[in-house]
């Protein structure tokens, strides 16, 4: 395993992520017993940062883990994150303080590693969908910055989801130490300039520009909630229905659209899409951690050997850039 550090929080990570939330699930939904087996696994190769919510199961993510954890008696890095519920808006302080306090407790821990604001951020307050402003996200961060002092965190982050504008915002405030960004193959415009005519949201390299601002990157949704595994069967532990972020109008149409990228199997570059989707992320060297949403100790497995392949090469990213360019011809089609 790989190690890169996360921007200016610091810490040092693997380059691969345990992903804990509840679209993968097992941290949510799983066997105990897999549970154990499969977070003991990653530990064993090298994985070092695990991402949780107090959203994932109501809670029932970061239980679990802070359960796993302590029988393991393992010595990681754990990342949580509030989502500020529209009732909680009118006092960001205290929310976030008491979220804090109970995520400790969920986690048994004594302290945070890295706490992120788990809102996407618009120009104006949506809260049927659970975005915030930018002047939100200042108060979310400002209290961070009281919790670190008091030692219940350790670093702090934002959620780079939401209107793309008010995301750089939230970068240019320079207050927070890393982000989460959405980045795969299905959507690359946090990494990469959007090629002519890109049918989905375009994320403005966004990665960039939160690594220029000396902020740690941690990429989400690599695998597109389980699209870019090419099938629409979901594992009994997975959501069987996830909203897509940033790209087609629901499941089955990323998976359609995954197909695309057959010729970087068939020509050699990768044995599987879930392989090649992690690859893509990993070969991002401004990326300091690539999550993956775990269903079972398989998945956990085939992930772990995708990291160990290391980046796609440069020939596969020229490859990529051919289905990019086809992609709206191929949503007109689809
Ligand atoms: N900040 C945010 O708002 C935000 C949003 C999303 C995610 N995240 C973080 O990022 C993590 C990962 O995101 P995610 O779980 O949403 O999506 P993801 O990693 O893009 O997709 C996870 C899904 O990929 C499939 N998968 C995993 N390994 C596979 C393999 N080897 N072969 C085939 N399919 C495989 C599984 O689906 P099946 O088992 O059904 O096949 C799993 O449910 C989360 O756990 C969370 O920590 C954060």
Not at 30 to 49: C, F, L, P, S
Request: include cysteine; hydrophobic fraction near 45%; charge should be neutral.
């Amino acid at each position: 395993m790989r190690y890169r550090t996360l921007g200016r929080s610091g810490l040092r990570v693997a380059e691969l992520g345990f992903g804990c939330g509840a679209v993968g699930g097992l941290l949510v939904r799983g066997d105990y017993a897999e549970m154990v087996r499969t977070v003991e696994r990653a530990i064993a190769a090298g994985i070092n940062y695990f991402d949780t919510a107090r959203s994932y199961g109501d809670g029932q993510s970061e239980t679990n883990l802070g359960r796993v954890l302590a029988e393991l008696k393992a010595d990681v890095l754990v990342g949580t994150k509030v989502q500020l519920a529209p009732n909680e808006l009118d006092d960001i302080k205290g929310a976030v303080a008491h979220a804090v306090d109970d995520s400790l407790r969920r986690l048994r821990r004594e302290r945070i590693d890295l706490m992120q604001l788990h809102n996407a951020i618009a120009a104006q307050r949506r809260p049927e969908r659970g975005w915030v402003t930018v002047a939100d996200v200042q108060a979310a961060l400002e209290t961070f910055e009281s919790l670190r002092r008091q030692g219940k965190i350790g670093a702090y982050g934002i959620n780079g989801l939401g209107d793309t504008e008010a995301v750089h915002q939230a970068v240019a405030l320079g207050a927070a130490q890393t982000i989460q960004s959405c980045y795969n193959l299905l959507n690359p415009t946090a990494g990469m300039a959007a090629p002519a005519g890109f049918p989905f949201q375009d994320y403005a390299q966004l990665i960039d520009r939160a690594a220029a601002q000396g902020m740690g990157v941690i990429a989400i949704r690599v695998l597109a909630a389980g699209a870019l595994s090419g099938t629409l069967n979901r594992h009994l532990n997975a959501a069987q229905s996830v909203a897509p972020i940033a790209s087609g109008s629901d499941l089955a149409a990323d998976v359609a659209l995954a197909h695309a990228f057959q010729p970087l199997i068939d020509e050699g570059y990768a044995g599987s899409l879930a392989e090649a989707a992690t690859r893509f992320a990993i070969s991002n060297a401004k990326v300091g951690t690539t999550l993956v949403g775990i269903s079972s100790f398989e998945q956990l497995e085939q992930a772990i050997a995708a990291a160990e392949q290391g980046p796609l090469p440069a020939a596969a990213h020229e490859r990529l850039q051919q289905v990019w360019a086809g992609f709206p011809t191929l949503r007109g089609s689809g």
